[in-house]
């Protein structure tokens, strides 16, 4: 006798391939995540539920099974995904699926703000495009001085070499000097505004490794770009880097 599963199953090879399909851009692995949580969360897979095998999503997705197997555990350390071995092993729904807790109608302890609704979370991500993406074209244009030019490398060197527990905060110290480089006072208050407003929403998700391999390496092509005095290249570099973070936030919280 076969088991009845209380989630409702999708059908097979149908809905869990909508969200399966090629990534595109280069945040691979923030999409990637994005994708798989969003299956994961509609029910396209339901819990308890294997995923397809690896070599076969890798293919969907046109990832490569680096980057896939970094998601998956991403996920997997987030309490989305169970990885098992042997026999009968691959890659398992969790039976029970974390519940975002921007949205929940109970706070946890330290959760801010959890009523931040998916309108407010698009306000942030849209304001902070327009101004740091802005921030970043101006600051390329700009001639920098030597200490200035020192300070902005140093920044940059600083959130390499951060740990997890303060890579946030010299994060966000690296994005305001870029601000305060464009040459407009009354900017960098705006950009600390967002800042706060945007870390509120990063401290409700978990912190990926790999999105911050990802991240630096992006840092330093806005650095360079900024130096190198290229402002369209600077502007690309940040919105780039922008969307790979509001990939994840719109995964997790939406």
Known sequence: MSRQSSAPTPTAGLNSDLLLGPVSGTNT???????????????????????????????KLRVSRDTLREAIGSLAEAGYLIPKRGRYGGTFVSEVIPTPRVNATEPLAGDPHPSITAAEIDDVLTLRDILEVGAARAAAGRLLTPPERELLWSSLGAAVNAGADEYRRVDARLHLYIGELAGSPSLVPLLADVRMRVNELLDAIPLLSPNIAHSNQQHEQIVIAILTGRPDTAAEAMREHLSGTALLLRGFLD
């Not at 949580?37 to 308890?48: D, E, K, S």
Request: charged share 25%; net charge neutral; hydrophobic share 45%.
């Open 29 to 59: 692995f923030e999409e990637t995540v994005q994708r798989l949580l969003q299956t994961v969360r509609l029910g396209l897979i339901a819990p308890g539920a294997r995923l397809p095998p690896e070599r076969e999503l890798a293919a």
